[in-house]
């Protein structure tokens, strides 16, 4: 059964490591990041934007097939379901439909209306175990086809949000959604301890944007408080490499080579490889 985030956060905050959170579009997705959380013994989150609840039907059936893969592949280690980048709306449908870990994204409301908001649906999430995420300063780049320049986050705006009692805290240090440029100055350390230190020392932050920044900011974040990795983008570059290889290769005309079954396995695997080094690099192997 798929449970709050919030003590699996805790830990890695007080343990000093983070939690990956997979993003997940379908079956694949899914059940690869299962595979590999249970192989090696690592709490996991499996994200679910907007867009990706729509292409899977609407949130329950996201919910039915996360909680039928937990009893089918026999999952014990802990698990969460949480919606990423979600809207006021977005987030009542997802907490009716059975999430039990939510994230609103008010970051592009003026901070008045960002707190107002959170406020209220951090007192409903509360009233039934469910634990939410906030953000603060938008994250660049593009995901599920919200935009954002990006921007570091304000402390005393991330300390205002943090008073009103979310369980853990995005805020925007300089990473995007997507693919990094470049030319990318990278992550703002400044920043990000300038936070820590408002907000104090047991909220867990988040790491949104986590494909592509380099292991040594990843392990400084962590150390400075992050506790939640996002990881969405290298999954799918990962999955679309092995899947156009498969058919470059001629593979699809072989036998039944055809057969979606046979057809997506290679991205599959290619998915496995990506969470199995994620979760190495942050820290969560053996922490279920």
Known sequence: MVISAKEMLQKARAEKYAVAQININNLEWAKSALTV?????????????????????????????VNGMLEEMKITVPVALHLDHGSYEHCYRCIDAGFMSIMFDGSHYPIEENLAKTKELVEVCHSKGISLEAEVGAIGGDEDGVSAAGE??????CKMIADLGVDFLAAGIG??????????????????????NKVGEELPLVLHGGTGIPADMIQKAISLGVSKINVNTECQLSFAAATRKYIEEGKDRQGKGFDPRKLLLP??????????????LFGSVGKA
């Not at 013994?41 to 059936?61: N, Q, V």
């Not at 570091?152 to 705006?157: K, L, Q, S, Y």
Request: aromatic share 8%; proline share 6%; with cysteine.
């Open 152 to 157: 570091c986050a304000d402390p005393e705006e």
């Open 37 to 65: 959380a249970q192989e090696l013994e690592s709490p996991i989150i499996l994200g679910c934007t907007e867009g990706a609840g729509r292409y899977m039907t609407g949130y329950k059936t996201v919910v039915g097939m």
């Open 175 to 196: 990473n995007i959604h997507g693919q990094y440029p470049a030319d990318w100055p990278g992550l703002s350390f400044e920043t990000l301890e300038a936070v820590k």
């Open 267 to 280: 991205g599959a695997e290619a998915i496995k490889v990506t969470v199995r080094e994620k979760l190495t």
